[in-house]
């Protein structure tokens, strides 16, 4: 559990070459969330920045490992409860540095790699080790947590050619950029964004003012990396683009049948195992070499559209959330006797979390909203609280999400 340093690099590079496996964790997850992932994982040895530098070892010899054998795994949450480990084989280590980084942003050794996701998430590692140190690019680490007019500062002084980013993170660079922090993207060639939907209109505000495209593409921890992206050459608008060489992708509707719209299922060179310990959900989700996203999709002329997800789960600044979290939270409120949490787009066009409540009493006893900031990551909290009469149910009683998705949509 590193910050973005040099270290990091050190430390997973080294677990690898030896035959361990590092599975680096979040610096931004809870302690009960630590404790479980340290746990699950059976680590026996945890490296964190309070630690002292390790003394050089000489010369370590790698071991004899095969394409098939771990190599890293990483932790994905799902809808209920526990994170999963995702297991990553050697084979598959390098591939994103083949696909994405060789096809769509074309890394070498003149660039100089900016991401604002960390090297804890998939998206980060491959952005900030696996492609630039395989294409010999260079890379800037930020070991702080990513804001703004930091970002702009850091672009300014350390001039990199290639910025990877998530649609939130573009709108906060845009914002500040906006309201007047400097901003110079003269050293950028390319902007890469994942984990998210990027909303056309954001894209566009973006190309008005940097006269840069964003390639948007989509990936996942199961995947590995990002499979389906936009290209500097092909750019559509709200697409997350066509199939990167290695992968291949389908769509598949309700009957189990390839169709136009349905469920992406993506099968290449970076793609996971399975899950550690979890065989349920390892069946669900790995078969026969495919991943299973859970996402929807339409294609179109070999244009992959997002239409959302198969579950409720919801990603808000590229990251899970889910609203079976949030909502167990509120109505640990005494004031609270219903709830309901759904997905709501904010100016930009980015999925926020909105929660319904039905009250106990005419107006709650304390704020919800800073009982809810005590309780969950930042990411995690409603952004707007509406307070209702009652939630629509069915017959039997369950809640009608989509009705409330309707009400959501101002
Ligand atoms: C969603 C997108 C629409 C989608 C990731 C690039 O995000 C990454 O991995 P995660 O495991 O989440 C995966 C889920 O996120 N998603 C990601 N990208 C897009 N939805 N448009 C997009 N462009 O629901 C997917 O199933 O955290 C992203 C590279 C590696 C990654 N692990």
Excluded at 20 to 32: C, F, G, H, K, Q
Excluded at 59 to 87: H, L, N
Excluded at 387 to 393: F, H, K, N, T
Aim: net charge negative.
């Amino acid at each position: 559990m590193l910050r973005d340093s040099p270290g990091f690099v050190a430390a997973f590079l080294g677990a690898a070459k030896v035959g361990a496996i590092p599975v680096p964790l979040s610096t931004l997850a809870r302690p009960e969330e630590v404790a479980f992932m340290v746990r699950d994982c059976g680590a026996i040895l945890t490296i964190t920045d309070a630690d002292p530098p390790a003394a050089p070892a000489g010369r370590v010899e790698a071991a004899d490992t095969r394409g098939d054998d771990m190599c890293f795994w990483q932790y994905s949450s799902g809808t209920t409860g526990a994170p999963k480990a995702v297991i990553h084989c050697h084979r598959g280590a390098l591939f994103p540095a083949e696909g994405h980084g060789r096809h769509i942003a074309a890394i070498g050794p003149d660039d100089l790699v900016y991401s604002t996701a960390k090297l804890f998430f998939s998206y980060g590692l491959n952005n900030s080790l696996v492609i630039p140190l395989a294409a010999g690019a260079s890379v800037v680490l930020d070991p702080e947590r990513f804001a703004a007019d930091r970002a702009w500062r850091l672009i300014r002084l350390e001039r990199p050619t290639v910025l990877y980013s998530v649609p939130t993170a573009y709108a906060a660079l845009l914002a500040a950029a906006e309201a007047g922090t400097p901003a110079d993207p003269s050293s950028l060639r390319a902007c890469i964004s994942a984990g998210e939907a990027l909303p056309a209109p954001l894209a566009e505000r973006w190309h008005r003012r940097f006269g840069l495209r964003i390639l948007d593409g989509i990936g996942s921890t199961e995947i590995g990396y990002i499979a389906i992206s936009n290209s500097a050459q092909d750019v559509t608008p709200g697409s997350s683009g066509r199939v990167i060489p290695g992968y291949e992708a389908r769509v598949v509707d309700a009957d189990g049948l390839e169709a136009s719209e349905g469920t992406l299922w993506v099968r290449g060179g970076s793609t996971a195992l399975g899950y550690h310990d979890r065989p349920e959900a390892t069946a669900a989700t790995f078969r026969d070499g495919w991943v299973v996203t859970g996402d929807r999709y339409r294609v179109a002329d070999g244009h992959y559209f997002h239409l959302g997800r198969d579950d409720d789960m919801l990603r808000v600044g590229a990251q899970w959330v889910s609203p079976l979290e949030v909502e167990s939270v509120l109505l640990s409120h005494p004031d609270v006797a219903e709830c309901a949490v759904v997905g709501r787009a904010d100016a930009d066009g980015l999925v926020k979390v909105c929660a319904f409540v039905v009250l106990r009493g005419a107006a709650p006893t304390s704020d919800l909203a800073d009982f809810c900031a005590e309780r969950l990551a930042r990411h995690k909290r409603p952004r707007w609280i509406e307070s209702v009469a009652g939630l629509p149910r069915t017959a039997t009683g369950k809640i009608q999400r989509f009705r409330l998705r309707e009400a959501a949509r101002v």
